[in-house]
């Protein structure tokens, strides 16, 4: 789905439907922006992402993704004093945050 085929927001309030393709195009651009390839979901020849890098491109608080790491929520490794996370690692939380549409 594009940018153009997300309706423009009027007087009616936005359906379901209209806010899930949204939120897919957003994570869809995520990715993107990270180095992976939304359409097949595999990320390319990005090197490692370091925690003051991937704070920044996810819009999240350092101390937020920190914690995370922490959790093991987002996989991680420390090599050389520094705490790296791979893009496939940062592709599939992405994935997983997505929101999904609602079983009937």
Do not use: F
């Amino acid at each position: 789905m594009s940018v153009s085929e997300v309706r423009e927001p009027s007087e009616e309030a936005m359906t379901g439907q209209d806010l899930d393709a949204l939120a897919d195009l957003v994570a869809d651009r995520i990715l993107e922006r990270l180095g992976v390839a939304p359409a097949a979901g595999q990320p390319n020849d990005r090197p490692p992402w370091t925690v003051k890098e991937l704070h920044r491109e996810l819009g999240i608080s350092e101390r937020t993704l920190r914690d995370r790491l922490a959790t093991g929520e987002i996989p991680s490794y420390r090599l050389g004093g520094r705490r790296l996370i791979a893009a496939h690692d940062v592709a599939e939380y992405v994935q997983e945050r997505r929101r999904r549409p609602k079983e009937a």
